[in-house]
């Protein structure tokens, strides 16, 4: 008898499924209306936060052009050129810009995307294009290093007329007069695909110094900084989404919450809610 007294206490003290339905059922309108209030009002409040823009460039460059876009060497003059940061010292002012400015080089296409964020469209944009016209300038090598790539690309040019005059010659000769055996034929033709291999790798050669000594050009740039109507933040949809989602969570806690403590009135949840005061270092209840 005592036994079946027990598992009859145990189920009354477990909290069932139908428990947890009952509580909700009786706070719905509170988990309702509360999240959807809450939603609204950080859906109005979006509406006055400061908006913020972007301008967005893409163009054919490498990861160094990426970190010449954010230093010093082109932030400085953009800031003097637009007139900005008139109320800071030089360096708060480039802070702030360089925060302004983001460029990445992207692992599929290998394309830079310059991306600026101002508080107006035009803003951005005009910002966009002066980090863009400092960069041409300042990816332009200037006096040892330009002398020393010109150099070069006076020595591979040279180079690469040589191998052209050479491949010309023995082609003629080989049109003149076969070769008069097989092992003359195939060092012929040996030969003949050295010098083409090196007339390959002067091209490229050539194709990369001129690349360097001319430095970053406007041909690079896929698409040119961009004018949106459309702010990018705050963006109101995910605010008030994000609000009415968290706001339903932290009520349905809350309600869980508030029912666990005005059940305590039986002596088991008197015990467990002994214990989580003790845990706590909380005076036990009166």
């Known amino acids: 008898m005592s036994d079946a007294t027990d ?103 290998k394309l830079l995307t310059l991306t600026v964020s101002a508080a107006t469209a035009e803003q951005a944009r005009a910002i966009a294009t002066a980090v863009l016209e400092q960069t041409y300038a300042q990816s332009k090598p200037k006096g040892v290093e330009r002398a020393r790539l010109e150099d070069q690309l006076a020595t591979v040019r040279e180079r690469a007329k040589i191998a052209d005059a050479a491949i010309a010659a023995l082609g003629k000769q080989l049109v003149a007069s076969a070769p008069s055996s097989a092992t003359s034929l195939v060092e012929a033709a040996r030969g003949y695909a050295e010098l083409l291999n090196t007339s390959v790798a002067t091209f490229t050669q050539t194709f990369s110094l001129t690349e360097k000594v001319e430095g970053l050009s406007p041909s690079r740039v896929v698409q040119p900084p961009t004018l949106t109507n459309q702010p990018s933040r705050p963006k109101k949809t995910l605010v008030a989404v994000g609000t009415t989602l968290a706001t339903g969570v932290l009520l349905l806690l809350f309600v869980f919450a508030r029912q666990a403590f005005s059940s305590a009135n039986d002596a088991e949840s008197a015990r467990k809610l002994a214990r989580i005061r003790q845990a706590l270092g909380m005076k036990p209840a009166d």
């Open 7 to 109: 598992t009859v206490d145990d189920a009354a003290g477990e909290t069932t499924l139908l428990d947890l339905l009952v509580v909700l059922a009786e706070n719905l309108k509170l988990l309702i209306v509360g999240p959807l209030l809450a939603g609204a009002c950080a859906l109005g409040l979006s509406f006055v936060l400061p908006k913020t823009y972007d301008s967005v460039a893409i163009l054919q460059a490498d990861a160094s052009i990426a970190s010449l876009m954010t230093s010093a060497a082109v932030l400085d003059p953009v800031i003097e050129s637009l007139g900005l940061g008139k109320d800071e010292t030089p360096g708060a002012a480039r802070d702030r810009l360089r925060e302004q400015v983001k460029a990445s080089v992207g692992r599929t296409d």
